[in-house]
């Protein structure tokens, strides 16, 4: 009887050691958490770049990047795609979603500006030849935050110079669907020049020459992010996003060329 009742004791004890074990596996709480962060085109390599950073300071975490046209990460969030997170190139593709209380207040992440490519072997070397007869021009489609962009900036040119944006026009062979898809464009030849993100030259300085738009003509885009609502992880969430607000996912976006105050 007492052998039995050590018995117990013992596999009671044992049962505990486990329990006690099993809690403690995952003491900084990360193993096998992960966020998924919709964000635009432009950002994707500055992303990958912080999300290695952030995923080093936190073992366990896996941070799932989507990068897309705004406009159509704003249509998949929309229609329940699944998102923690998403970083927009314009305040025109983040507010009708959180009008319709689909994300949290937004916060401002980055500006960015725009310039003229072309391609390295072309006889381009001002912003305004992009208007001379037989030249191959690819832009981003309007519903794109960098295509918008650059037709607002075919119109201010136009107001100084009439017909500029006319003859602009006749000359574009493509609208491409991601901004990054104009700079490839140009970069393999396919285009004579394009208008694009400063940052989106910067994988291809050895395929491009870079052009500036003066300040005059020029467009500042404004990069918001917010979290989206539906986050499973809301405290993950809030930490990646004030990595990059705030702490060395910052300074990385500011390596890759992005402007971090207007």
């Known amino acids: 009887m007492r052998y039995l009742k050590i018995m117990w004791l013992i596999i009671a004890l044992f049962s505990i050691i486990i329990m006690l ?46 990068p897309a046209g705004s406009q159509t990460l704003r249509t998949q969030i929309e229609q329940g795609a699944y998102a923690d997170i998403f970083v927009s190139a314009d305040e025109r593709n983040m507010k009708p979603l959180q009008d319709k209380g689909l994300v949290e207040a937004p916060k401002i992440l980055l500006y960015n500006k725009l310039i003229v490519i072309a391609y390295k072997d072309s006889n381009i070397s001002n912003f305004m030849d992009i208007k001379n007869t037989g ?15 650059a037709f607002d900036i075919l119109s201010k040119i136009d107001a100084d110079n009439k017909g500029f944006k006319d003859a602009a026009l006749k000359n574009i ?46 467009v500042i885009a404004t990069y918001p992010v917010a979290i989206v609502r539906g986050t499973k992880d809301k405290t993950l969430s809030k930490k990646f996003v004030d990595f990059i607000l705030n702490g060395d996912g910052k300074k990385t976006l500011k390596d890759y060329g992005f402007i971090m105050e207007k």
């Open 21 to 66: 074990t099993g809690c403690n596996t995952n003491v900084g709480g990360n193993d096998n958490k992960s966020l998924t962060v919709f964000i635009a085109a432009s950002l994707k390599d500055s992303m990958n770049t912080i999300v290695k950073q952030f995923e080093k300071l936190n073992p366990g975490v896996k941070i799932i990047l989507n």
């Open 135 to 149: 030249l191959k021009l690819a832009l981003a489609d309007e519903s794109v935050p960098a295509g918008k962009y």
């Open 173 to 218: 062979i493509t609208k491409e669907v991601t901004v990054t898809d104009v700079a490839q464009k140009v970069a393999m030849g396919e285009a004579d020049a394009g208008i694009v993100y400063v940052t989106d030259a910067k994988p291809f300085l050895d395929k491009v020459k870079v052009i500036d738009i003066p300040d005059k003509y020029n």
